[in-house]
């Protein structure tokens, strides 16, 4: 690391390295994890700091947790430029970039109130993913920008 750079956030023991988030997504990251602060997680976040790649980014490091696949699936929605670094003994030991899936169930709220996902019907949500966002597999609505609004929270 030469004098004009510095590490902002410090490095973790053990757990999963969210680099390459759009810039502004990070608070969407968290929430799709479901980190609010009250469970006491260890979690660094950087928000907009500068990026070779993207021009600017987020970063969020959650220490002593790996992620699930559902969840990787989720977060290659609304950052998919991510990469997801798992690290054990302050080592990366495996590192990849998200890949989104074809389809997504049960974790996005379709904005259609006459869907029958909205209605109180046993039916997880199911979202066909596209180039340009996601279409639900029951009504054809089509959710181009914002998705994170749409994630449903556990």
């Known amino acids: ?3 004009t750079e510095e590490l902002r956030v410090s ?5 999963t390295v969210i680099d390459h988030i759009t810039g502004g997504q990070a608070l969407n990251v968290l929430a799709i994890l479901g980190i609010d602060g009250s469970r006491g ?3 660094s976040v950087g928000m907009n700091v500068p990026s070779d790649r993207l021009g600017r980014k987020d970063i969020v490091k959650v220490e002593g947790r790996e992620l699930s696949q559902n969840e990787v699936d989720v977060l290659s929605l609304i950052a998919p430029a991510a990469t997801i670094n798992i690290v054990r ?3 990366v030991i495996e590192k990849h ?7 997504v169930i049960g974790v ?3 904005p259609n109130r006459n869907c029958i996902t909205t209605k109180d019907e046993p039916v997880d949500s199911h979202f066909d993913v596209l180039d340009e966002g996601v279409r639900c597999a029951y009504c054809d609505t089509i959710i181009r920008e914002n998705i994170a609004d749409h994630i449903q929270v556990e």
């Open 89 to 91: 003994d302050y080592d």
């Open 11 to 15: 490095k973790i023991t053990q757990g």
């Open 108 to 110: 996005l709220e379709c």
């Open 41 to 43: 997680e260890e979690v």
């Open 97 to 103: 970039r998200v890949e989104r899936p074809e389809q």
């Open 1 to 3: 690391m030469s004098d």
